[in-house]
C-alpha cells in the first residue's frame, strides 16, 4: 500500500526527521526553518552539520556527507538550491531518500519551479515531512511576520508598533529582520511606538539609507548636505547613524562570503542586497571598513549620550566613512 502524503506545515513547526523538505521562495524563512531543525539537534548534544550546494554537486557527495561521524556525532547534512539541482543530485538523492539512514537528518531547501519534480514527488508521496517558506509580500503577512520576530525574541511589542515599524521600512523582509534584531538589541523592556519612531519613524528609512548610500559611495558632498538636512528639519540622529551601520554590516557580510565558501543565504542577505555591496565593494578593503565601522560605532555611542552634540558626531562619522570610500 502506498505510503499517505503528509502535510504540509509552515517553517515555524521545523523539525529533525531522517529527510526534511523545505519548500518556498523565501530565502529567510528558509534559514529560519534550518536554524530550528539544529537547535532542536543540539539539545541532545553536539552534532556534526555538513552543507551542499545542489547546483554545483558532485557525484558521491551525498553519501560521504551521511556517513557516520567518526566521533558517533549524529549528523545534519542542509543541501541548498534543488530548485538548480544538476543530474548527479538528482540521481543520488532519489537513491538516498528510498533509504535514508535513520541517525542522520537531512534537510533539502528547494526555492520553488519544476526542477526536480520527481525528487519532489517522490519525498511528498514517501511521507517526508514539508515546510513551506512562502513569500511575503502583501501587508498582513510583512506584519505578521514581525510580529513573530519579536515573539520569538520573547520581547513585547504592541501592534501599533509593529505596524510603525513596518511602514518604515516597507516590503524587504531581510531588513525587516535586520530592524527587529536591532530593536530588541538596544530598546530595553516594551518596544513601543516611541522606540520604533526614534530609530525608524517618518520618513527616516529613506532619508537614512540615502545618507548611508552616498556616504559608502563615497560622495562627500552630497551624504553631508542629507544629514545636515535631515537634522534641520527634526530627523533624529540615532536612526540615521543606525542605517549607515547596517549598510556596513552588509558590506562586512558580502565582503566576507567572497571565496571562503560561507553561503549568502545563511547570512540572510537578498540577492539584490549582495549585488548592490558587491559593487559598493569595490571601494572598499579590510583596512578601511574597518576604520568605518569604528568611526560608526564612536558616533553611535555619542549619539545615544556620551556627547552633547549629536549632529555633530553624526556629521564627523559621515564625512570620514565618505573620505574612506573617496
Request: hydrophobic share 45%.
Amino acid at each position: 500500500m502506498a505510503r499517505r502524503e503528509a502535510p504540509q506545515a509552515t517553517w515555524h513547526r521545523a523539525a529533525p526527521a531522517p529527510v526534511v523538505l523545505v519548500s518556498g521562495p523565501e530565502k529567510l524563512l528558509a534559514s529560519r526553518a534550518v536554524e530550528r531543525v539544529t537547535a532542536v539537534m543540539r539539545k541532545s548534544g553536539d552534532i556534526e552539520v555538513s552543507r551542499l550546494d545542489a547546483s554545483a554537486y558532485a557525484r558521491g557527495g551525498l553519501a560521504g556527507a551521511t556517513s557516520p561521524s567518526l566521533f558517533a556525532e549524529p549528523g545534519l547534512v542542509v543541501v541548498e538550491s534543488l530548485e538548480a539541482m544538476n543530474d548527479d543530485f538528482l540521481q543520488d538523492a532519489l537513491a538516498y531518500v528510498a533509504r535514508p539512514d535513520p541517525e542522520c537528518v537531512v534537510v533539502l531547501l528547494h526555492g520553488g519551479g519544476v526542477r526536480g519534480k520527481k525528487l519532489l514527488d517522490t519525498l511528498r508521496k514517501g511521507g517526508a515531512p514539508e515546510y513551506t517558506c512562502p513569500a511575503i509580500k502583501k501587508d498582513a503577512e510583512l506584519v505578521d511576520f514581525a510580529t513573530g520576530e519579536f515573539e520569538r525574541a520573547k520581547r513585547p511589542a504592541p501592534a501599533r508598533a509593529v505596524r510603525a515599524l513596518v511602514d518604515a521600512i516597507g516590503e524587504d523582509v531581510a531588513e525587516i529582520a535586520a530592524a527587529c534584531a536591532q530593536l530588541v538589541s538596544d530598546v530595553e523592556g516594551t518596544i513601543d511606538e516611541a522606540a520604533v519612531a526614534k530609530y525608524y519613524g517618518t520618513r527616516v528609512n529613506a532619508t537614512g539609507f540615502a545618507v548611508a548610500d552616498a556616504a559608502i559611495a563615497g560622495r562627500t558632498a552630497d551624504a553631508i548636505a542629507l544629514v545636515r538636512h535631515a537634522l534641520s528639519t527634526g530627523t533624529d540622529p540615532v536612526p540615521l547613524v543606525a542605517a549607515l551601520a547596517m549598510k556596513l554590516r552588509t558590506l562586512i557580510k558580502v565582503g566576507a562570503a567572497r571565496g571562503r565558501g560561507v553561503s549568502l543565504k545563511e547570512l540572510g542577505i537578498q540577492p539584490w542586497q549582495e549585488d548592490r555591496a558587491r559593487r559598493d565593494l569595490r571601494r572598499w578593503d579590510a583596512d578601511t571598513l574597518a576604520l568605518a565601522v569604528q568611526a560608526v560605532a564612536r558616533a553611535d555611542a555619542e549619539i545615544k549620550g556620551a556627547s552633547r552634540a549629536p549632529g555633530f558626531a553624526l556629521e564627523r562619522a559621515v564625512r570620514t566613512v565618505a573620505e574612506l570610500a573617496a
